[in-house]
Every structure is written in C-alpha cells, then in structure tokens.
C-alpha cells in the first residue's frame, strides 16, 4: 500500500512539473520570407499578433490594416508577425521573394514576414501552427485555421491568449 501511495505521490510531481514546463511562442525558431532563421524568443517581452496571409484573397487588403495597428503600436511592445499560406484555394501561390514584394510594392508591410507555410491541421502542418491550434501543445485552447488572415494573439510571456477569424478586422 505504501509503495502505491508512493508511486502516486511520485506522478503527481511529475505531472505538476511538466504543467509548469509548458512550450510558448518563444519556443519555436521559424524562417523568414529571406530564408533566414528567426528566434521567436527575440519577441519576448512584447505582444504578439500571428496571421496566415495570401496575396490573392478576398481579405488580402486586411494586410493594410495590419500595417496600420502595427505602425499605431510598435513602439509599445506590439508587433505582427505574418506567415504567408497557399492552403486556401491556392491564394497564395507566388515565391517568398513574390510575396515580399508584393506586400512591401502594395500595402508598404514592415512588419515580419515569414516564409511560405502549411497551416491547415495535418501532417505538413508547420510545428508553430500545431502548438496555437491544439491545447494538449499550447494549454489553452484547441481552434482550427479556417481561412486566410485569421488571427492569434500571444502575451508578452509567450502565451497564447485568444484568436480571431479570418473576417476579424478590428481587435
């Protein structure tokens, strides 16, 4: 009986240490639309607004406001962080470099952008995009990638908060 109640005892730490380990935003490194590696972890301290884009949607003009909350709240440790997407109908279909020079020639982004990836659930569903829509990864909640352009916010901790569909403009 004692050994039970030890080895019971035992998991319980266990499991409220890998409570407190749980994986945040700044634990991942993706790619930039250059090719270059980016540390998430060089954004802790500031809130965080993650978007799948296409260049080739009908809520393609929402990189417009995007730029304009951006530029509005940067200086106060905000920034939005874009990784483009072609799993949506094909709307995304140019190269990174494409997709760079469209967004700056456009709609005059300086925010982040990423390299192309897959955010759809599945097998090739980018590693970041698997923690922010499954709550066994990122503790909070489960939520699916609908669209082009839906949007997750992250704390300054590198927490995921909450997230908003794709015909979300104002947050």
Known sequence: MRRI?????????????????QKTVHDFTVTDINGESFDMAQLAGKKILIVNT???CGFTPQYEGLEKLYQTYKDDN??????PSNDFKNQEPGSNEEIKQFCKRNYGVSF???SKISVKKGEDQHPLYQWLTHKSKNGVMDSKVNWNFQKYMIDEQGKLVDY???RTKKL
């Open 112 to 114: 982040p952008l990423m």
């Open 164 to 166: 908003a569909k794709y």
């Open 5 to 21: 109640l030890f080895l019971f005892i035992a998991l319980f730490a266990v499991s409220i240490a890998l409570l407190g380990q």
């Open 78 to 83: 905000f920034v939005v962080v874009a990784f």
């Open 54 to 56: 296409a260049s080739k």
